[in-house]
C-alpha cells in the first residue's frame, strides 16, 4: 500500500540552527501539507502546497518557515532559526484531491535545544 | 479559538461494546467531516468522512453521524475491539475554516481505551 514517507525520524538541534524536514508524498497525490503537534496538544495545520506553491498557511507558519518541492518526489520544511517552541512532532500528508481525505506520515520528532 | 472540539480527553469501553466518541464544531463554514485514529509514534491514518450533504456515513464496525444543526457529529465502533484503543481525532474542512481552503483543523482528541 503506497504511504507517505517522512525523515528523519528524530531530529535534535541547537536554537537557532536551520533544519530541514523531509517528506516523499504518495506519488500521483497532488496535494501536500504540513502539521504539527507539540506533546499534549492538538495536531495543528501549518501549511498546504499545490501546484509548485503554498495555497494556504495558517499563523503559525511565519517567516521562519518555508516548504519546497525540489524535485518530483520529496517535498520539505524548512525551519530558518529555531526556537525552542518549534518541538513537536512534524507530520507531512498528501492528498489526492483538493478537502479530500489526507494521508499522514509516521512524523518527523524535532526537538530544539 | 476551538473550531473543533472533542470534550471527553478519554474514553474507557468494554471489549464487544459499542465505543461512541463525539465531536462539536462551532464554524458553519465546514462542510467536509474526518475521523483519524492515531498510535503513539505514528501519524494519524484516515478512518472515515462524511460530507455535509449525508448525515451518515458508514463503513464496516465505522459509523460517522453528523448533526448539521446541532454541529455535531459522532463515530460509532461496533464490536469494539482491543486493537480500537488509541486516540480519535475528529477533523474539518471548508472555505475559510482557518485550516486552509483544503487543510483540516483537528480536534484535540479523544484517548479509547477498549478493556477486555
Known amino acids: 500500500e503506497p504511504e507517505v514517507t517522512q525523515t528523519p525520524s528524530h531530529q535534535v538541534t541547537q536554537m537557532g540552527q536551520e533544519v530541514i524536514l523531509r517528506c516523499v508524498p504518495i506519488s500521483n497525490h497532488l496535494y501536500f501539507y504540513w502539521y504539527r503537534q507539540i506533546l499534549g496538544q492538538k495536531v495543528e495545520f501549518l501549511v498546504s502546497f499545490y501546484n509548485n506553491e503554498i495555497s494556504e498557511k495558517s499563523e503559525i507558519f511565519d517567516d521562519q518557515f518555508s516548504v519546497e518541492r525540489p524535485d518530483g518526489s520529496n517535498f520539505t520544511l524548512k525551519i530558518r532559526s529555531t526556537k525552542l517552541e518549534d518541538s513537536a512532532m512534524y507530520f507531512c500528508a498528501s492528498s489526492g484531491r483538493a478537502r479530500g481525505e489526507a494521508f499522514f506520515g509516521q512524523g518527523t520528532r524535532l526537538t530544539v535545544v | 479559538d476551538q473550531q473543533v472540539k472533542q470534550n471527553s480527553p478519554s474514553l474507557s469501553v468494554q471489549e464487544g461494546r459499542i465505543s461512541i466518541l463525539n465531536c462539536d464544531y462551532t464554524n458553519s463554514m465546514f462542510d467536509y467531516f474526518l475521523w483519524y485514529k492515531k498510535y503513539p509514534a505514528e501519524g494519524p491514518t484516515f478512518l472515515i468522512s462524511i460530507s455535509s450533504i449525508k448525515d451518515k456515513n458508514e463503513d464496516g464496525r465505522f459509523t460517522v453521524f453528523l448533526n448539521k444543526s446541532a454541529k455535531h457529529l459522532s463515530l460509532h465502533i461496533v464490536p469494539s475491539q482491543p486493537g480500537d484503543s488509541a486516540v480519535y481525532f475528529c477533523?474539518?474542512?471548508?472555505?475559510?475554516?482557518?485550516?486552509?481552503?483544503?487543510?483540516?483543523?483537528f480536534g484535540k482528541g479523544t484517548h479509547l481505551i477498549i478493556q477486555p
Open positions: 477533523a474539518a474542512s471548508g472555505l475559510d475554516s482557518g485550516g486552509g481552503a483544503d487543510g483540516l483543523t
